[in-house]
């Protein structure tokens, strides 16, 4: 692999449909599927085929359907998990086992009853026992965002002698703060004998609100995968937004860091995802909400249509959006109109700008936007009847 290519690993089949509400049957699930493996994710997490009938049904079908993308299954550190899981992969063309244990203190206290070497061990056998059905097994250190560092390590030489063939460092319950976690990684780049043989992967839920920023500074100090859903959805506040890291590291390219998406699909993948689901994308969510290129500050209306650079860093095109709106509102200028004026066929003189606004000014007050059927009813009112073309 490129050792500026960061992969990206899609868990919105896994992760993502574990948001209450948002259960998917397998035929959404191979339709998800395919049009991700189009999107070009790297690796598709098609499901934790263990937990029931229903997912290992799709993690089977989604893996005789998938061309490019390596398909993963979730696994505990348990055996039967893992048969089950390589029984569910054995058709894909690239499979990948997914399984892990808890590391921090919190979990080996209190969800396992155990000891820091007895739960090495379990990492141990379950990579080993992975290892017997396929090369590619990922490790997931659950909640490392709170594991001593030290002890982190510790777990992940045992698994890369294990076998084990990439390092998922979750910050389980999104608290980590990015430097923190950015040192995290860079302390495992420089303390583990074998991290060269490995990649380093971020998964990082967004309960503060810092997934998105977690998984970018964990590439800036070398991972190499990053874990994420379409939309960010996932368990309670979410996971990191494939939309938002893939357009920051294209929109920073001193980073030197790539992937293999086709940016042009993220709007329609995102669409796809929100339908399919019955979630709704919040409006003012980062590259894929309604309101993201949706401009109403007359300030911002008139900077825009001289030139779309002054307030937007992103082209819309670039993210499969037609064009930026610009929402005629009380907060707008006689830029804004003038330009949704002409959209619909009225070029304004000064004059009939001056005439046409304090009119428009009249509708905005009453109501929460002004479409184009106020529009054209402000022309009339006002008398400016004559359209250049219809």
């Known amino acids: 692999m490129n050792s500026n290519q960061v992969q990206i690993f899609d868990t919105t089949l896994r992760d993502g449909e574990q948001v209450p509400g948002c259960k998917l049957n397998t ?12 999107l070009g994710v790297d690796i598709i997490e098609a499901g934790f085929p263990v937990s029931s009938p229903g997912d290992f049904k799709s993690v089977t079908e989604i893996s005789k359907l998938i061309k490019n993308a390596t398909v ?8 039967n998990d893992i048969q089950v899981a390589a029984d569910a992969l054995k058709y894909a063309k690239r499979p990948r086992i997914h399984t892990g244990i808890g590391t ?8 396992f009853n155990s000891s820091k070497e007895a739960i090495i061990e379990r990492a141990i056998a379950a990579v080993s026992y992975a290892k017997t059905f396929v090369e590619d097994v990922e490790f997931y250190a659950e909640d490392a965002g709170r594991t001593d560092n030290e002890f982190l390590a510790r777990v992940c030489e045992a698994v890369i002698k294990a076998g084990a063939t990439v390092l998922n460092i979750p910050d389980t319950t999104g608290y980590c703060l990015p430097e923190e976690y950015g040192a995290k990684i860079k302390y495992l780049k420089e303390n583990v004998t074998g991290i060269d043989k490995v990649i380093l992967s971020c998964h990082c839920h967004n309960d503060l609100g810092l997934a998105t ?3 970018i500074a964990g590439a800036m100090n070398g991972a190499r995968q990053i874990e994420c859903t379409i939309n960010g959805i996932g368990e309670r506040a979410g996971n990191t937004s494939l939309e938002e890291v893939v357009m920051i590291l294209k929109q920073h390219p001193y980073l030197n860091l790539n992937t293999n998406i086709n940016a042009k699909l993220l709007t329609e993948m995102s669409h796809l995802v929100s339908d399919s689901m019955g979630m709704m994308v919040q409006p003012n969510k980062a590259i894929v909400g309604a309101n993201a290129f949706a401009h109403s500050s007359g300030i911002h209306q008139d900077g825009v249509i001289k030139n779309r650079e002054t307030y937007e860093i992103i082209n819309p095109a670039d993210v499969g959006i037609n064009e930026s709106l610009i929402i005629l509102t009380a907060r707008s200028g006689r830029a804004a109109i003038a330009y949704r004026a002409k ?3 009225y070029e304004l003189t000064k004059l009939e700008l001056d005439k046409v606004y304090p009119k428009f000014l009249d509708f905005a007050d009453k109501k929460k936007e002004v479409i184009d059927a106020d529009i054209h009813q402000i022309m009339k009112l006002t008398g400016v009847l004559k359209q250049i073309y219809a």
């Open 27 to 38: 035929n959404q699930k191979l339709v998800i599927a395919e049009k991700l493996d189009f």
């Open 72 to 79: 993963c299954g979730l696994t505990r550190a348990v055996k």
């Open 104 to 111: 921090s203190e919190s979990h080996i206290k209190y969800k």
């Open 213 to 215: 920023a977690n998984s």
């Open 343 to 345: 959209n619909i066929g």
